[in-house]
């Protein structure tokens, strides 16, 4: 009888403890503008239609999948128009571009206007934060489902909004890798970038280079089974991220962090000798060799079928820590890969120190440093590379939050929530502006990082700090309102089963 008792007022002191009507202004990215209509709300019911046709139709199916799980509701997805929740492509403002939206919410009916997909999608993510917390959970829940009255028109201060998982230093499966881009999507992330390979493993099948994942897939940081994707499981990952309007950066990091390369394949050694295997942290102690002319059709090679994988415009290079590389042969090196990638088409990404090279004009270059000083890549800037930012005393999701985090490292400090989110891209390198900013990538390393529960602590929840500094406007950036909105993400999180940090800065 008590076990019982105790089940039943479970669900109901969590229902009551929560508001009966999410706020318009909790939502996070903080939206461009947000008018909440007093006293006014929508209220869903169990035949509410979802109007959605041609290119929503996909969405409205999405929504409705959504909205299915926790409220049991039939949710019928139909054309035309009328009282329910309309998806339209028509109507909205050119200014909210191609990934914004405006929603209005009235007694009757919530509607999203966007010019493109990508920006309904973006209005349903929002709308998701305006339904009660327990809309996201896996099970029937009681409801009622009230959405607040008012209108958000919203879209993105920069184009490039992204997080970057390393599959290498621990093997992460297919649909850890689906989970995390469904969690990308809430905060309206628009770039998984992929670490494939590293000195620890080869993730990616190469039918040129079999034994790169069939031999340098074999094992990980601590001696592990490792594991790598078929090419099928890669094309259900690409697709999958499409479906959630995120485009796939594939990175394969070269000159350096290629000990699985190289222990798969002799002839890529200076010396002809394959080294072992490594499952060890260490960085910066193995390098291609420059000066043989098959390590250009090795990477010829990786990038044409890398390339036929990839629907995105960016192949991402690496190009960190190529200690075990003398500069010249580094400089020699970038230049020519930068090459090999523009002729199969694609634009190159690579770490910063690709301006120690020569950047191609469409090479971005992804700044990691700690400094807010690095004159040679604002020189760069200035000479018009595009920079992604990811400094690491900020944006780097395996940095533990404070000394007894369990997990991550701490090179480049301890990363609250507070520090993650206290920094503005436009304006943070020193002498680089807004125009030359592309974006930010909050990345997430794995040499402690094994399982879905470790990535889910390390990214939530600095991930939606990052993914707000690349949304929201300059003038929304407040840590207070910031860190209360988060606060009220943390009830979602536990519906969703998403295992956060409970950052005493956030919940206190
Ligand atoms: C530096 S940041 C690296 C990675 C490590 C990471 C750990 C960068 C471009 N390279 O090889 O995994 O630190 O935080």
């Given at each position: 009888v008590l076990a019982v008792a105790v089940a039943l007022v479970g669900p109901q002191a969590a229902t009551a403890a929560a508001p009966a009507v999410s706020s318009m202004r909790d939502v996070v990215p903080a939206p461009l503008t947000v008018k909440p209509a007093g006293g006014t709300t929508f209220t869903l019911r169990p035949g509410t239609p979802i109007f959605a046709s041609g290119d929503a139709r996909d969405i409205g199916g999405y929504l409705a999948g959504v909205l299915r799980r926790s409220t049991g509701y039939r949710l019928p997805v139909v054309s035309g128009s009328g009282p329910g929740i309309s998806l339209l492509l028509t109507g909205a403002d050119p200014s909210v571009g191609d990934e914004g939206y405006r929603l209005d919410v009235t007694s009757k009916a919530v509607v999203i206007r966007a010019q493109r997909p990508a920006g309904l999608f973006a209005g349903v993510q929002t709308l998701r934060q305006l339904l009660p917390p327990a809309i996201e959970s896996a099970i029937v829940r009681k409801g009622p489902w009230v959405i607040a009255?008012?209108?958000?028109?919203d879209r993105p201060r920069l184009a490039y909004r992204g997080a970057m998982l390393d599959v290498a230093r621990h093997f992460h499966p297919v649909g850890t890798v689906l989970r995390y881009i469904d969690e990308l999507a809430l905060y309206k992330i628009n770039h998984l970038h992929l670490h494939l390979t590293d000195d620890q493993g080869w993730r990616i099948a190469i039918d040129s280079w079999p034994r790169l994942s069939a031999y340098g897939g074999s094992t990980q940081v601590g001696g592990g089974a490792g594991g790598y994707f078929t090419k099928a499981?890669?094309?259900?990952?690409?697709a999958y991220a499409k479906s959630r309007y995120i485009t796939v950066v594939p990175e394969v990091d070269m000159p350096g962090h290629v000990n699985a390369a190289l222990a798969s394949y002799a002839e890529l050694n200076c010396d002809g000798k394959a080294p072992p295997l490594y499952t060890g942290i260490d960085v910066g102690f193995s390098s291609l060799c420059v000066s043989k002319e098959i390590t250009y059709r090795f990477i010829d090679d990786v990038v044409r079928e890398l390339v036929a994988l990839t629907p995105g415009p960016y192949l991402h290079i690496g190009g960190d820590e190529a200690h075990a590389t003398k500069p010249d042969d580094y400089a020699t090196f970038m230049d020519r890969v930068q090459k090999i990638v523009a002729a199969h088409g694609k634009s190159a990404l690579a770490w910063h120190?690709?301006?120690?090279?020569?950047?191609?004009?469409?090479?971005v270059g992804q700044y990691w440093g700690t400094t807010r000083s690095a004159p040679d890549v604002a020189a760069a800037a200035g000479r018009g590379t595009k920079l992604l930012l990811s400094p690491a005393?900020?944006?780097?999701?395996?940095?533990?939050?404070?000394?007894?985090?369990?997990?991550?490292?701490?090179?480049?400090?301890?990363?609250?929530?507070?520090d993650a989110y206290d920094w503005d891209p436009g304006a943070y390198l020193d002498g680089v502006s807004e125009s030359s900013v592309f974006?930010?990538?909050?990345p997430l390393w794995t040499e402690t990082i094994a399982t879905l529960a470790d990535i889910e602590y390390m990214a939530f929840p600095r991930l939606p700090a990052i993914a707000e500094l690349g949304w929201s406007p300059a003038s929304a950036h407040d840590w207070t309102s910031f860190r209360a909105r988060l606060a009220t993400q943390g009830p979602r999180w536990e519906a969703q089963g998403i295992n956060f940090y409970r950052s005493s800065q956030v919940f206190p």
């Open positions: 009255g008012g209108q958000i028109v499981d890669y094309a259900r990952i690409v120190q690709v301006v120690n090279a020569t950047p191609l004009p469409s090479t005393n900020k944006a780097y999701l395996d940095m533990k939050y404070d000394p007894s985090t369990p997990l991550g490292l701490s090179w480049a400090g301890y990363v609250e929530v507070k974006g930010v990538e909050a």
